[in-house]
């Protein structure tokens, strides 16, 4: 059985769902062009990460999504496992990305000799050098676009946003290169570049530091989108990320960073198109990414005293939208709800309302609700800014009303 | 309107007020500047070419360390003297004579094929925004034919004969132009998005300023590559090509002072022609003189007259012979010319005519043939053979892309991802990518 996460900031056990496990580095070496990993399937199944023309040739998984299995005892394994705060375990995933090939290169403001903003990547510039970690002069626009251009040349560039806001600043590039060379150029060229960055609404951090960029990039053809919420998942998507040929956009967020999780000692990487699910339930879908999902599981508390049985599922792949585990879940609960942290006009949650009634309307029994912050600038008062976001306590009354 | 003729003499008041050259350098200006009134041509150019061995002239270069002082100029000993025209003598001529055919070559099968797809666009096979470059076929010559394949080339929108410099065969030219299959990009970018992984022609874009900075990454993974792999012998040397319009745009500003600030291995490669669509250069720059916002970020900052291949060939020699060697980028502003308007689309009233007749006396084309003739490098029927092959080339060209398919449905959703399970998990728990609609280009993505 998946484990049950307890709330914010509780230590909790990996999910066992969505547990991949990698075999380390079978031969593969470390300057070949092709990232040749094995991922085992927690049904069993193996396939490799090829190139695209190999995928050509090879027949593709059928069966893309593990099912919940027994593995919680398996998934943590014969070792204990370590302690380690969100931050850290990103910078471990990066770490030993950065060990596994040499080609693997950070760049942003203050990455280097200052560490990153939140100690993301501490100690990497003296290990690895300041080129490899890279400080960049404040130009957004042009050390993404310069990412993008070693990209395309052969190396494998994380390009760290001090705050997400700032990639504002890089839309072009983003749009017109990252998203999109791929394409224009007929496959010639491909950007297996990350792009990283806390974002969401912080502590008064006032309007431009907290803003939800997610909802701006999601049109962008050609990126995926994932959001890490707990140091597990952290870790394991940001091992996806760079190991991706595809450009991927990582949003952390600013109040997740110290989060304390005891993680696997063993290497693992997660799977950057699925969903997570967190507390299996019957009577609602509650849908949730990033820091949302611990005001959810806080009014989850507060549900099941009251007797209601809600399902969480981390989306955690913000596009593409993990259809499968979605419908599983709404087919089961026939209700759901969303509970985002972005704006409610043309946010992830509206996009996923749409999805799930074109794909599960038939399954539902009631309207799709949506909880989303309010359409405002994010205020600096702390009162207005609490007003601003979903509250456990909505999230609790919108459970009871859909299931009257 | 002749925007030009009441700016000259505003401009060049300004400009000798305004010289901070240090007093015991002529100025590299005043006779032979665009906007005076005495014409240069590319004969009668002041500026004397001098033969002086590299040897000579690296001595005389400036060779300032970090610690700039703030007399770094536009570097004025790069310009070479050249024979004044009275004199024009037999001995040492610039090029040898396989090189001479070699730039002629490359700059007829431009012209030519620019003509060819003005043609092809008026009788209905390309469509969208054509941007032509007849009469700057200097510049590119000029500097890609010094490349070597494994160089790249970054450009922008008017993109088609640095891709035909570069190497891309113009079948594959003609092909993307006609949306066809068998173009170098599938037909998938089109005219302003030309790319090559063989020839590393890494684009082809369409906004302004956003290839600097993909040309400044490209130069980065060549120094990653010499000093964090250790790849000792990898000095693969990056030219990003752009117009004056972007030299106002930001990304050329910020990617000057990140390649000039961890020595980068590339050349910044202005194209002035002089006009951004309808906006002549002058309206739109404070200080219109580009080579000087070199310095101002610590790289040496070159002038060189565009419309003469040779002149554009010795400067190109040392600033990627510089890049080469590990010193870093340099800036060079090639003054050259369009004959025809911005695109096809553009009605071109806004340019004087005797501006237009002026710079086409200085056709690049017509100069080169003109040198090698006078000092015995080829013969006109050397010449006039070339011509036909690439007459022949070109026709071949677009009989090719005429009779190549179309982009097959199949073909809309490859390419957007280089994983295509980026696409996602669909309702029934596979992979998006693996729905046999998928690959017919009709799935739901």
Known sequence: ????????????????????????????????????????????????????????????????????????????????????????????????????????????????????????????????????????????????????????????????????????????QISNNCGMLHYTSGGQFKIPI????????????????????????QSIPGIQMVACSTAYNAKGLMKAAIRSDNPVILFEHVLLYNLKERIPDEEYVLNLEEAEMVRPGEHVTILTYSRMRY??????????????????????????????TIGNSVKKTHRVLIVEECMRTGGIGASLTAAINENFHDHLDAPIVCLSSQDVPTPYAGTLEEWTLVQPAQIVAAVEQLCL | MAATAFSASKFTQSFSLNSTRSVDRPPLFPASHPLKTTPSSFLGSTRKLSLSSPSSSTSRRRRRRPSRSPAVVAVSEVVKEKKSKSNVSLSNPLITNEEGLELYEDMVLGRSFEDMCAQMYYRGKMFGFVHLYNGQEAVSTGFIKLLKQEDCVVSTYRDHVHALSKGVPARAVMSELFGKTTGCCRGQGGSMHMFSKE?????????????????TGAAFTSKYRREVLKEADCDHVTLAFFGDGTCNNGQFFECLNMAALWKLPIVFVVENNLWAIGMSHLRATSDPEIWKKGPAFGMPGVHVDGMDVLKVREVAKEAIGRARRGEGPTLVECETYRFRGHSLADPDELRDPAEKARYASRDPISALKKYMFENNLASEAELKAIDKKIDELVEDAVEFADESPLPARSQLLENVFADPRGFGIGPDGRYRCEDPKFTEGTAQV
């Open chain 1, 1 to 172: 059985m998946a484990a049950i996460v307890q709330g914010i900031g509780a230590t909790a056990a990996p999910s066992a769902s969505s547990n991949k496990f990698l075999l380390s580095s079978l031969g593969s070496s470390l300057l070949e062009k092709k990232r040749n990993f094995f991922v085992v399937r927690s049904d069993g199944k193996c396939y490799t990460g090829l190139n695209q023309q190999q995928r050509r040739a090879q027949n593709v998984v059928t069966n893309a999504v593990a099912t919940k299995e027994e593995k919680a005892s398996a998934a943590v394994g014969s070792k204990p496992g370590h302690e380690l705060l969100l931050f850290e375990a990103l910078r471990e995933g990066l770490e030993e990305e950065m060990d596994r090939d040499p080609c693997v290169c950070v760049m942003g403001e203050d990455v280097g000799h200052y560490g990153g903003s939140y100690k993301v990547t501490k100690g990497l510039a003296e290990k690895y050098g300041d080129l490899r970690v890279l400080d960049t002069p404040i130009a957004e626009n042009s050390f993404t676009g310069m990412g993008i251009g070693a990209a395309m040349t052969g190396l494998r560039p994380i390009v760290e946003g001090m705050n997400m806001g700032f990639l504002l600043l890089a839309f072009n």
């Open chain 1, 194 to 217: 990350v792009i990283r960055g806390p974002g969401g609404v912080g502590r008064q951090l006032g309007a431009e530091h907290s803003q939800r960029l997610e909802s701006y990039f």
């Open chain 2, 199 to 215: 020839h590393n022609l890494l684009g082809g874009f369409a906004f302004i300023g956003e290839g600097i900075p993909v040309a």
């Open chain 1, 295 to 324: 005001h959810v599981m806080q009014a989850a508390k507060t549900l099941v005293n009251k007797g209601y049985d809600p399902e969480v599922i981390d989306i955690r792949s913000l596009k593409p939208f993990d259809l499968y």
